[in-house]
């Protein structure tokens, strides 16, 4: 079990495309559930699976329990068992010794990227790169199990 | 991924009595989701910790999916996230050249002693030992996850 600390941001795509970047890794994520107390999430992530619980949310801290699962598992159970998903390219990219995962969704999330940093603490200072824009750590929108049911392409509707 | 062929059988409890047996193994489950569709256990097993998915069943056959993970955190599950919970001594006994599992129901499903012999396919022979009384593999009330919400001291009612 893990105590997840971590900060979203908004991506600039003009300034992002420009950013000299390692190749990113190919997901798909599903939810089997996805509660206000409590969701579960399974992700093929490359050549790895994932299975992931995750319960509510206080302040930017949220209790997870994640276990690794052979990535054929990881889509039968997406497709036999997530009632919604997402896909996108995920970059891991190093900007003044912290890492960034930047995520390119696709499908119907797609003009989405966002950036995510983990910390340790709630209040540990880092440098943000000039491609970040607005923070959304706040904003239950812009969680992966939210964009999976809303997709942002309906979100101007 | 595998798929689970069980048959599963009420026990005299007099004649189990006197059976000799192995020391049993303390069991605490915890049912995260519990729908028609999809069944999500987090199982305490003794010293060891388990996630189960499993799926629909279609006759005796029912898809699964199962993850040994650390016995400290599925206590943690249960308690964070079960919404309902059996608790049982398992037994694990051989006869015939077959493995049988006896679970003794704790709580308020005591009073309950159920066995289950898992299969290689659906019509396979095996022999039953004199302790084994009717089969109730078709009777969903005799489910595990059914017995969490549904404890077997309210039967009667």
Redesign the interface.
């Known amino acids: 079990?893990g105590l997840e600390i971590e900060r979203k941001f908004l991506v600039d795509h003009d300034k992002w495309k420009k950013v000299d970047k390692p190749e990113g890794t190919h997901y798909r994520q599903g939810y089997?559930?996805d509660e206000a107390?409590?969701t579960?999430r399974v992700r093929a992530a490359g050549k790895k699976g994932f299975?992931t619980?995750k319960?509510s949310t206080t302040g930017i801290t949220r209790?997870e329990?994640e276990?690794e699962?052979p990535v054929e598992?990881a889509l039968?159970?997406i497709d036999?068992?997530a009632g919604s998903e997402v896909e996108k390219i995920r970059y891991r990219i190093t900007f003044m010794g912290k890492l960034w995962e930047v995520d390119e969704f696709w499908g119907d999330n797609q003009g989405l990227i966002m950036a995510e940093i983990e910390l340790k603490h709630e209040d540990e200072a880092f440098e943000k790169p000039d491609w970040i824009t607005r923070e959304v750590s706040d904003d239950k929108r812009y969680y992966n199990s939210y964009l999976a049911k809303n997709p942002f392409k309906d979100w101007g509707n």
Chains 1, 2 share one sequence.
Request: aromatic letters at 16%.
């Open positions: 079990m089997l559930v107390s409590k579960i299975i619980i319960g209790k329990f276990y699962i598992e039968q159970l036999g068992f």
